[in-house]
């Protein structure tokens, strides 16, 4: 999501992580219970939002998980 600005449909987050649909899902409700995240319907497609992108950005790079 970060390197897209922080938005994307669910089905583009999938396949860029290789991941199955369901697996994503999962991920996604988790951190929308967490209130990092939005997700909004668009049609048949769900769209994802990173609610503080700044935030995020820090949990990532302090987790070591960013890829810079």
Sequence with gaps: LLS???DAYQAEIARELGLPKSTVSRIIRRLHDK???TVRRVGRFS???ITDIDYVS??????GLDKS
């Design 47 to 49: 769209y994802v939002q």
């Design 58 to 63: 820090d949990i990532i790079s302090k987790s």
């Design 4 to 6: 897209k600005g922080g």
């Design 35 to 37: 209130g990092l995240i």
